[in-house]
């Protein structure tokens, strides 16, 4: 059985001053612990910046990011009840390093902890060929509850998060393993058509 182990971890804002960069630290962490090993695709990072105007170079860059990912898992706040407008523009931006992978969803925000943008995020990308796996994560006003190395501050809070990432873990591990061996025994893509013979 395959070991997948490279989640690609995205974050969803760009905005100066985010929390996003504190959540996505816990996060990131937690996944370590877990036996991944994540990497932080950051839509910010000035060589992908340019992915929201369509930018071929930094499509290239962010393909070449995603490449060879066995799974995702995207860290986003909620803006107006929906992710942020430039998450969409990059996971638009590409499309065969989504197909047959999972991707976990973790929001933030408000009182609603970012679960409409988790929602939002599901439909755009089951289009995509992912499997978005059932189990979140949510924080309400992460403003108050992590410092600012990413940390939870509260013990309760703690060990609630700590919890639910088991759960979040022991289902992206189950995703990532059998969907590498699917895409191991048979390559998820459009086959060829049929040549007729005359």
């Known amino acids: 059985m395959?070991?997948?182990?490279?989640?690609?971890v995205i974050l969803g804002s760009i905005r100066e001053g985010r929390i996003n960069d504190r959540v996505a630290?816990?996060?990131?962490?937690?996944?370590?612990?877990?036996?991944?090993?994540?990497?932080?695709?950051?839509p910010a990072d000035p060589e992908l910046l340019q992915v929201q105007t369509g930018d071929p170079q930094a499509?290239?860059?962010?393909?070449?990011?995603?490449?060879g990912a066995d799974g995702f898992v995207i860290v986003?706040?909620?803006?107006?009840?929906?992710?942020?407008g430039h998450l969409k523009t990059l996971i638009d931006s590409v499309t065969a390093q989504w197909w047959a992978r999972?991707?976990?969803?973790?929001?933030?925000?408000g009182i609603s902890g970012?679960?409409?943008?988790?929602?939002?995020l599901r439909v755009i990308l089951a289009e995509l060929h992912t499997v978005t796996i059932r189990d979140t994560l949510s924080f309400a006003s992460p403003w108050r509850r992590f410092d600012e190395l990413g940390r939870l501050t509260d013990p309760d809070d703690r060990a609630?998060?700590?919890?639910?990432?088991?759960?979040?873990?022991?289902?992206?591990?189950?995703?990532t393993d059998t969907l590498a061996d699917?895409?191991?025994a048979r390559p998820y893509d459009r086959p060829e058509p049929e040549k007729s013979e005359g």
């Open 160 to 175: 609630a998060a700590e919890a639910a990432m088991a759960v979040f873990a022991h289902r992206l591990r189950w995703w």
């Open 2 to 8: 395959t070991q997948g182990n490279r989640i690609v």
């Open 59 to 67: 499509i290239r860059r962010l393909c070449a990011r995603m490449d």
């Open 76 to 84: 986003t706040p909620e803006y107006n009840h929906a992710e942020p």
């Open 25 to 42: 630290a816990w996060v990131t962490a937690q996944l370590a612990g877990h036996g991944f090993e994540p990497e932080i695709l950051d």
């Open 102 to 109: 999972p991707v976990g969803l973790v929001g933030y925000g």
């Open 182 to 184: 699917a895409r191991v």
């Open 114 to 120: 970012g679960l409409r943008a988790i929602e939002a």
